[in-house]
């Protein structure tokens, strides 16, 4: 088992900021690939960014620019970094990490369809972007 527990949603207006955190144990946090995904009321599941163990980082195309994924060592948490939220950003966040693909962790984020290759998964936050 691989304890995910993500924080920070909520319900803003556009424009506005949120800072979404996953906290994760240090062996997940420095071996694992994480990525965090959303997904809104009727659409499929999608890739937001993701956070591979050497520390490099890969977007969406859609939160290019506005979303930052980073990771803080000394307290083991993910976090996601969205500025300039839009309603179209609404969704319930999930943080999902796995080591298969560690090194690989571009390619889930590039095709959101590599989602079911993830094994752990946290409860998800919700995040409502008012227009």
């Known amino acids: 088992q691989v304890p995910l527990v993500e924080s920070g949603g909520g319900s803003v207006q556009a424009g506005d900021s949120l800072r979404l955190a996953c906290a994760a144990s240090?062996?997940?946090?420095?071996?694992?690939?994480m990525v965090w995904f959303r997904q809104a009321p009727g659409k499929e599941r999608e890739a937001v960014a993701g956070i591979d163990s050497d520390g490099s980082t890969s977007y969406g195309d859609s939160v290019k620019g506005r979303f930052t994924i980073s990771k803080d060592s000394e307290k083991n948490i993910l976090y996601l970094q969205m500025n300039s939220l839009k309603p179209e950003d609404t969704g319930m966040y999930y943080c999902a990490a796995d080591r298969i693909w560690s090194g690989y962790c571009r390619q889930p984020v590039v095709d959101s369809s590599l989602d079911v290759a993830f094994t752990y998964w946290g409860q998800g936050t919700q995040v409502t972007v008012s227009s």
């Open positions: 240090e062996y997940t946090y420095t071996t694992y690939c």
